[in-house]
């Protein structure tokens, strides 16, 4: 008989000779420090004794344990339940997901917002739905924007990241492509197509910001909408909001995406925008119409961290926190980029980057290397990403962990 299966052990073992394997570690804890166990496999893990600095989570305010905002998931469980129940179209839409989407309109201006059960399916959901002729996308673009965009099966133009001139070019290039119509060949801008210009706003890996008033102003030029994925700036700019808060965009940007796993500290994701949008996708998005609602704890937690985001100091501690670190990081001689809370120490060799990680972890800092596929060869990096709930000698602690291992790996 043919064998028509799928050989897994192959395609593992490929995966470990070209240093592409990825496993598990199971946390005790989410927050600025965890202790961690290495990969059970099938079997319960066994938790190290020992605390490790995390400066890989995502977590960037940590709200994710505040007290405050785990009594709102509790609140949320004991009155409504742990989970939704069913699709938000059949049982699932409850008082908890209206007062969180609210929260959300009201953080990014906008006059409705909706919740969705990731920001992954946000993206999806969104994206699919609209079924655009053409999506114009950073190259850099999160991979939730490249599924959607394949979902929608549209003609995907994509341009070289942050950078306006050739999204110009490119968007002008497609204007002038001759098609039918009728017996006669005229632009493409005459062919009724619709366009989407979709950028996220903080790049997850390089710590780079879209020119949003650039990107603006090309897709009321050429009559596009414009998709804006705030999932790494929701939280912790203006007023809690994102970088289309920052930029003062909201009237420009017709749609505005985010998570509420990252400086939210919750789980699921959202769409901000028009009253007419949020009512599309409450009927067009799958990811939306035929998902469970967001559980119930998460949409609470999220939305009392949002308010936490807005009224508190954590966004002023971040920002200290990245700045010190930042300085420290260079005063050592490493070559740090980005120009936000994502700070990538760049190393370049795949190798180097795996051994500088593995000797930050032997001194107890969780920093994780960033290889090929995620970023382009020959442009490994440590990704850092610390917390407001990092201390003063924690992130000095940081600072000469780094010192010693780049210097024991040869990268300074």
């Known amino acids: 008989m043919c064998e028509r299966g799928f050989d897994l ?54 709200l994710a344990g505040d007290e405050r905002v785990v009594e ?15 699709s938000r179209l059949v049982t699932g839409d409850t008082l908890v997901h209206r007062d969180l989407e609210s929260r959300i309109a009201d953080a990014k201006g906008t006059e409705r917002a909706l919740a969705f059960s990731s920001g992954y399916a ?29 979902l929608a099966d549209a003609d995907v133009v994509v341009y070289d990241h942050c950078d306006p001139s050739d999204l110009r070019e490119r968007m002008s290039e497609r204007r002038a492509e001759p098609v039918a119509a009728g017996d006669v060949a005229v ?15 903080v790049f997850s890996m390089d710590g780079t910001i879209a020119p949003f008033e650039a990107l603006a102003d090309l897709a009321e030029e050429f009559g596009a909408w414009l998709l804006a994925d705030e999932a790494h700036a929701t939280g912790c700019f203006v007023d809690g909001g994102g970088i289309v808060q920052r930029a ?24 901000a925008g028009s009253s007419d949008l949020i009512e599309f996708l409450v009927n067009e998005a799958r990811s939306f119409v035929y998902s469970t609602g967001l559980a119930p ?14 009224t508190t100091d954590r966004r002023a501690r ?4 990245v700045d010190k670190l930042r300085d420290g990081l260079e005063d050592v001689g490493l070559d740090v980029g980005g120009e936000t809370q994502i700070l990538p120490v760049h190393v370049g060799d795949r190798e180097d980057a795996l051994a500088l990680a593995a000797a930050l972890r032997d001194r107890d800092v969780i920093a994780p290397a960033i290889r090929p596929p995620t970023v382009p060869e020959g442009t490994s990096r440590i990704r850092v990403a610390p917390m407001a709930t990092h201390s003063a000698a924690e992130l000095e602690t940081c600072i000469d962990a780094f010192a010693v291992a780049a210097d024991e790996v040869g990268v300074i």
Do not use: M
Request: aromatic share 6%.
């Open 72 to 86: 709102a998931a509790q609140n949320a469980a004991d009155v409504v339940g742990t989970g939704a129940g069913a």
């Open 297 to 310: 704890p998460a949409a609470a937690a999220a939305g009392e961290a949002l308010h936490l985001a807005r």
């Open 187 to 201: 632009p493409n801008g005459g062919a009724d197509e619709s366009w989407l210009v979709v950028t996220d706003s």
């Open 9 to 62: 052990d192959d395609r593992l073992r490929e995966r470990r000779s070209r240093t592409l394997y990825r496993d598990l570690q199971p946390a005790d804890a989410v927050g600025h420090s965890a202790r961690f166990a290495p990969d059970p496999g099938a079997d319960l893990p066994v938790i190290e004794p020992d605390h490790q600095l995390v400066f890989a989570a995502n977590n960037y305010l940590g």
């Open 248 to 271: 003062g965009l909201e009237d420009r940007v017709q749609i505005q995406l985010g998570t509420l796993s990252k400086a939210l500290g919750s789980q699921g994701g959202y769409v």
């Open 122 to 150: 946000a993206n999806v959901g969104t994206i699919a739905a609209l079924d655009p002729d053409v999506v114009f996308s950073d190259e850099l673009n999160h991979a939730s924007i490249v599924d959607g965009c394949r």
């Open 318 to 321: 971040l920002w200290r926190n």
